[in-house]
């Protein structure tokens, strides 16, 4: 399979789940991006398209984390101490088209332990 295809197909899951979940103020959709070398985690308002709160690896207390598992929970606990501290509790998660397996599931699951739901 070439490298336009797999984009292709990657492209059309992300549609396929952003037509089903939606981010308000009170609920916001919890969107996580893995690359080659960083985490990026944002917290978005659709209805008014603004960023809440947003995480990355490029910030100075996670510059050593790796996307990785360990990585990813590092900066899964991480978000969900800032969310709580926030005043948030429910959210939706935007897994980007990426299985619910690994670094995702490990992330979403390091959040649910600091006490938020999806």
Avoid at 13 to 28: F, H, L, Q
Avoid at 62 to 83: A, M
């Amino acid at each position: 399979m070439n490298l336009g295809k797999k984009r292709e197909l990657l492209q059309k899951r992300k549609w396929r789940i952003r037509k089903k979940i939606i981010g308000t103020k009170d609920r916001p959709r919890l969107a996580v991006r893995f690359t080659n070398k960083n985490i990026h985690a944002q917290c978005i308002d659709d209805e008014s398209y603004n960023t809440l709160l947003a995480v990355s690896t490029n910030e100075k207390e996670l510059k050593g984390c790796l996307p990785n598992l360990s990585g990813s929970e590092k900066v899964g606990t991480i978000l969900g101490e800032r969310l709580k501290a926030a005043g948030f509790k429910t959210l939706v998660f935007d897994r980007a088209g990426r299985k619910y397996h690994g670094c995702v599931k490990v992330f979403a699951d390091s959040v649910r332990k600091v006490g938020l739901e999806f």
